[in-house]
């Protein structure tokens, strides 16, 4: 069975940085975007990485394992895939969902392009439970589970942020990626203390860390990973670190590249934190607790000692506790143990059929609420309106930023007004394929819509429609129904 070593210092691997990163100094291992890798096709830049012996962690954005539904097979395979591709240690992924609708309420599947919380009720965690033990078994390597950031809060919700991520790791045996940035985020969008989600979580638990940037506007602070990293976000990471060494810290960047440069003090910055916490841990006498795996025949929690159902490669990385971690008073008490057939690690686990009712509340509650956020349905009872605002204008935001990535000629093609043209697309128009079935959409609405007014635009947008909205290329496909469509928009204009 696989076993977790110390990751080092790491920094978030980007194309747009692939050489900055690979001429770095001091970098121990690198963390990439699971989806946007080609098993066939794995970046020079990553495979020079690793023959020189630097590890790559592959991190899904995509699995939805807070969703209603049980994840995806074929993503869960993805992951699996490139986990091996890359010989990676570990694979993380997001305590979020992604998508609601469809089955399980009856209604069109909505994909919302980003991460959103779950709430903290015992429904959701059932549910995110078993979601991360089908994960566990289908996964070749451990998993970790990462913290989001939150822009809105769940009405009755029953747990706080550590309550409900201790709980996780006790009746799962998943690791966490725990994210200071995060807990900044939260802490000035919905008021919660990252000391005391620090007291609460089981540090011990963690496999590694996310440290970002972000800005402030109107009071709400946005995860924008496009800014340097804040001296809040140290201090956070200054405090983790005076209760246990965690066995990696990670530099994420996504947007607004800076020079190398910038990115190395950053990354010394980083150091300089963990560094300084430890010499002060030490000075004061203060107890760190060390992450360390126990063997996986083991089949008890790492946290009570009680039998869990963690099932595939959950306990490998499961933590010895520290003393001052176990349940307090004020921790909210655990729910019963079911019987879980999934015990066998050899064997992936069996649904549990009395988690129907809660998979659909969980599922009705989250259709609602991502309706709202990009269909423009009333708000569900409960959510701040003005937060649930704010939250729709960066979803729609980071859809149009995603698509301008994915399909770099639609602004280069339509210039300033690329970005006003898509939002007022999307208002209304949920994305439900993926943001390359995004970007064909929208073109497909200009082209509709007799836009772009300039002729020559416009021709070069309908012959890029063209060979990119089917199957195979234009010139290895029948055209006829792009062909009608063209001609109706052409017609119209």
Known sequence: MTQLGRLGTGIGWRPEIAEAVEHMPGIDWVEAVSENLCP?????????????GVTVVPHGVSLGLGGADRPDESRLAALAER??????????????????????????????????????????????????????????????????????????????????????????????????ANLHTN???????????????????????????????????????????????????????????????????????????????????????????????????????????????SGTSALTGAPTAAAGHGPDLTPTPAADHAPGPDRAPAPPARPDPGLDPASPPVPDPGLAPARQRLALAQAALLSALVAGTPVPEGFDRARTGVQARALAAKRADVVAKVAAELPELLGDGYRTAFLGYAQGRPMTGGYRRDALDFAEHLLLAGQPRDARTRHLLRDWWLERSGPAPRSQRPAARLARATRRALLRH
């Open 83 to 180: 986990a091996e591709l890359l010989g990676a240690p570990l694979v993380t992924e997001h305590i979020a969902f992604v998508r609601a609708g469809g089955a399980l309420t009856a209604s069109p599947s909505l994909e919302a392009g980003h991460l959103l919380p779950v709430p903290r009720t015992r429904d959701a965690l059932d549910v995110l439970c078993e979601n991360v033990r089908i994960a566990q078994a289908a996964l070749p390597v451990p998993l970790a589970v990462e913290n989001i950031a939150a822009l809105l809060c769940w009405p009755g919700e029953e747990m706080t942020e550590g309550q409900f991520l201790y709980d996780l790791v006790d009746r799962t045996g998943v690791r966490l990626l725990i994210d200071v």
């Open 187 to 297: 802490h000035v969008n919905r008021g919660e203390d990252p000391a005391r989600a620090l007291d609460e979580l089981p540090v011990e638990a963690i496999a590694y860390v996310h440290v970002a940037g972000g800005f402030e506007r109107d009071g709400v602070w946005h995860d924008s990973h496009a800014h340097p990293v804040p001296r809040p976000v140290l201090d956070i990471l200054a405090d983790l670190a005076s209760r246990v060494t965690p066995p990696g810290v990670l530099l994420e960047r996504d947007e607004n590249f800076p020079e190398p440069g910038e990115l190395e003090r950053e990354l010394a910055a980083i150091r300089g934190t963990l560094e300084k916490a430890g010499a002060t841990a030490g000075v004061n006498g203060t107890a760190k607790s060390e992450p360390s795996p126990v063997p996986a025949a």
């Open 40 to 52: 066939g096709h794995l970046p020079e830049s990553l495979r020079r990485l690793r023959e020189r």
